[in-house]
């Protein structure tokens, strides 16, 4: 169609998954009311924002978590749902804070 890949993918993603129907589908499981029409404009909003790195993510094989989790768009009080879990980058830190604790305590 003498489009580039990526912005076919875009527009597969686009058609399948930020439409009505699929966004309906959606699990809710604290069953917040929805406003489809809002629901739709942000998945749209994501897409057009982050879906070039999406794609680069998608294409390199990198987990779709710690995506999710680095361009900040996971729920933090929601529920496990897509197994999605922050990454763990601060296990230095709280070894760190462990021995600086131990060390006060003697």
């Given at each position: 169609?003498?489009q580039?890949p ?6 597969v993603i686009s ?9 309906t ?24 924002t982050?879906g ?42 709280d ?12």
């Amino acid at each position: 169609q003498g489009q580039a890949p990526e912005k076919q993918v875009l527009e597969v993603i686009s058609r399948k998954v930020c439409n009505r129907n699929a966004l309906t589908q959606l699990p809710n499981p604290r069953r917040y009311t929805l406003h489809h029409p809002t629901l739709q404009f942000e998945c749209d909003d994501v897409l057009e924002t982050f879906g070039e790195s999406l794609i680069d993510a998608l294409t390199l094989g990198e987990d779709l978590a710690t995506f999710c989790w680095d361009i900040d768009i996971c729920g933090s009080r929601d529920e496990k749902f897509f197994d999605f879990e922050p990454e763990d980058d601060d296990d230095d830190d709280d070894e760190d804070e462990s021995a600086r604790s131990e060390g006060q305590d003697l």
